[in-house]
């Protein structure tokens, strides 16, 4: 299993630019989840899927949008990309929200200039 | 959602014991207790989880209070490769991450 799979690992964008995250993962789970983390500072949580066709919003789910069109990928897209944008991103998923093990991904490191 | 109170650092020396410690006082009855740790430049890592009885795997163990109020991860034998920030995280319905701890570790 290749687990949690993220492209690209560097972005940089300009101001005003979009472009959408890719995540993917091979272990069926129903659970994923999109994160970041700016310099120094934990992990916010985005916007998360519960499964094929259902996505929620999390802490700072403004200038992201998401889709879960299969269990396998769960893309995050920024509409017009700001400085504020700056950040590593980390997609996740899980098995069991309860229970179960998060398995994060590598982590795209997005500049916006 | 439970929220979880966690120290902003803790230093250990090489191959003595480390316990961290999380407050989650509004845990509910159902609610699991996970723990997740950074290490430098990379993506979170799971460690451990619980609900009511201690658990050990082989990395760490997790000690839960018998009211569940409080939780402590305990690494019996810290290494360099430990240092890390270490997450601690309770609620069913709450995939958010606090602040965590920094666990420095001194050779």
């Known amino acids: 299993n290749a687990g949690v799979t993220q492209t690209p690992k560097f972005q940089v964008l300009k101001t005003g630019q979009s472009m959408t995250l890719q995540c993917a993962q091979d272990?069926?789970?129903?659970?994923m989840s999109w994160y970041r983390q700016d310099p120094g500072m934990g992990l916010r949580l985005i916007h998360y899927?519960?499964?094929?066709?259902?996505?929620d919003q999390g802490e700072v789910p403004n200038g992201y949008n998401v889709s879960r069109s299969t269990t396998e990928d769960f893309p995050l897209r920024l509409l017009s990309a700001a400085p504020s944008q700056t950040s590593v991103y980390f997609c996740?998923?899980?098995?069991?929200?309860?229970?179960?093990?998060?398995?994060f991904g590598p982590g795209t490191r997005l500049t916006v200039l | 959602d439970a929220k979880t109170t966690q120290p902003n650092s803790m230093e250990s020396n090489e191959e003595e014991p480390v316990h961290l410690p999380c407050n989650h006082s509004t845990i509910s009855g159902t609610d699991y207790i996970h723990w997740y740790r950074q290490l430098p430049s990379q993506g979170p890592e799971y460690v451990i989880h619980?609900?009511?009885s201690n658990v050990n795997n082989r990395m760490a163990s997790l000690a839960i209070a018998e009211d569940r109020k409080s939780s402590t991860l305990i690494l019996h034998r810290a290494t360099l490769r430990d240092a890390a920030v270490y997450y601690c995280?309770?609620?069913?319905?709450?995939?958010?991450f606090g602040a965590g701890t920094r666990l420095t570790v001194k050779p």
């Open positions: 272990m069926n789970h129903e659970y």
């Open positions: 899927s519960v499964g094929a066709g259902i996505t």
């Open positions: 995280r309770s609620g069913n319905n709450d995939m958010r």
């Open positions: 619980g609900l009511t």
């Open positions: 996740a998923s899980s098995y069991s929200r309860v229970a179960g093990e998060q398995f």
